[in-house]
Nanobody, 123 residues
Framework: QVQLVESGGGLVQPGGSLRLSCTAS????????IGWFRQAPGKEREGVAC????????QYGDFVKGRFTVSRDNAANTAWLQMDSLEPEDPGVYYC????????????????WGQGTQVTVSS
């Protein structure tokens, strides 16, 4: 069983940056795709970014527009989401998730989830 823990959330001003971390324990992340998702109050959970387990191919939600970068270190069992140029529309609880096989931005296809970390963007 893969257990995921996110960290790095917080309060940032518009235009600022945050770097979220996702650390796995219990089982290796080898062969697992990693996805980052977010959920704002009253809204559905949406895909932010995902990264394949082997070749590092990435995919981003349309709203990212080049502002975020997802990365991973399989040896360290850790993934990151670097978020730059944060906007007032970006706040929410950010989750990392893992699934055996292909990366996707569909949250329903992931079976291991972290507890989430809060991101707030405010001046």
């Amino acid at each position: 069983q893969v257990q995921l823990v996110e960290s790095g959330g917080g309060l940032v001003q518009p235009g600022g940056s945050l770097r979220l971390s996702c650390t796995a324990s219990g089982k290796s992340l080898d062969y697992h795709a990693i996805g980052w998702f977010r959920q704002a109050p009253g809204k559905e959970r949406e895909g932010v970014a995902c990264i394949h387990h082997s070749d590092g191919r990435t995919q981003y939600g349309d709203f990212v527009k080049g502002r975020f970068t997802v990365s991973r270190d399989n040896a360290a069992n850790t993934a990151w989401l670097q978020m730059d140029s944060l906007e007032p529309e970006d706040p929410g609880v950010y989750y990392c998730a893992a699934v055996w096989g292909m990366a996707t931005l569909k949250p329903s296809l992931y079976d291991h989830w972290g507890q989430g970390t809060q991101v707030t963007v405010s001046s």
